[in-house]
């Protein structure tokens, strides 16, 4: 055997069927009812370096998170979907999670941005309370993202330092500010204010809001991710840990979400 033909890849049966079903499921989904916008609250990562990575750090499970969230993102722009928004630091993990835990977790989440920042076709940008972070990290984040071009297909957020009530917070201050310097009070304002305005002062102000929220580990709750955003939202929730989260588990949400009948409060 020359060394050309030992550099080519063995397929297993087992992975001739897989890939076989996720090309059946592909080309089975209703491509006219896929949504626009999709989040994913990537849960699981410490759970999986456990049972995975036992004596090793948790750093371990952040790093297979964070390659799984770019797959995730190419799967995302396989179908075409525009708008893609990945949780990937709350403000809860901050407060509960200590030092040692939470800056291997940043280094992960500073690569993970600069890598998505650097594909031609994804404009990215980071939402979330910065100030929580520490200055030079803040710092990086900001200027790792990108601005839109014209061949960028793809627009994803990265939740960093992110909780929902703290981002309603900021949209009202940030409400209140704008609204001082044109000189109106509060008065005015509790006259005038429609929901609207405070969509505007959002972190995704000028987003679609998300059509489909994904979350793995078998968690069903929000956790207050996107709590303004998320309010006529369909939901899919997956058992799986978020590293072991697989391209025919997305296509199944999809699936899903195509199946649904979407009422928006009605």
């Known amino acids: ?5 030992q550099l080519k890849p063995t397929w297993s049966p087992l992975q001739l069927l897989y890939t076989t079903y996720e090309k059946q499921l592909l080309s089975q989904l209703d491509r006219s009812r896929l949504p626009a916008h999709v989040a994913v ?13 036992p004596g090793h750090p948790l750093v371990v499970g952040y790093r297979a998170g964070a390659g799984k969230l770019k797959e995730f993102v190419g799967w995302c722009n396989e179908v075409s979907i525009p708008i893609v928004t990945l949780w990937v630091l709350s403000t809860d993990n901050l407060r509960r999670s ?11 989440i500073e690569n993970l ?4 920042a650097a594909h031609p076709a994804y404009h990215v940008k980071v939402v979330g309370d910065l100030n929580l972070l520490p200055k030079d990290v803040a710092a990086n984040l900001a200027a ?9 297909r793809l627009h994803v957020n990265v939740a960093v330092a992110y909780g929902g009530r ?11 500010a704008s609204e001082a310097a044109r000189g109106n009070d509060l008065e005015t304002l509790a006259e005038t204010l429609e929901i609207s305005h405070i969509s505007e002062h959002l972190y995704t102000a000028g987003q679609p809001d998300p059509d489909l929220i994904i979350r793995t580990s078998g968690e069903q ?8 955003q998320s309010a006529h939202s369909e939901y899919y929730f ?15 949400a999809l699936r899903s979400y195509s199946q649904r009948e979407r009422r928006y409060g009605r």
């Open 1 to 5: 055997m020359d060394s050309e033909d």
């Open 41 to 53: 609250l990537a849960d699981g990562n410490r759970r999986w370096a456990r049972e995975n990575a």
């Open 98 to 108: 200590s030092d040692e835990e939470v800056t291997p977790l940043i280094g992960v």
């Open 113 to 116: 941005v600069v890598d998505l």
């Open 144 to 152: 790792a993202q990108t601005t839109a071009a014209e061949n960028s």
């Open 166 to 176: 703290r981002e309603l917070r900021d949209a009202v201050r940030s409400l209140l």
């Open 221 to 228: 709750r929000l956790s207050g991710f996107l709590l303004w």
């Open 238 to 252: 997956c058992e799986a840990l978020w590293p072991d989260f697989r391209k025919v588990d997305f296509i199944r």
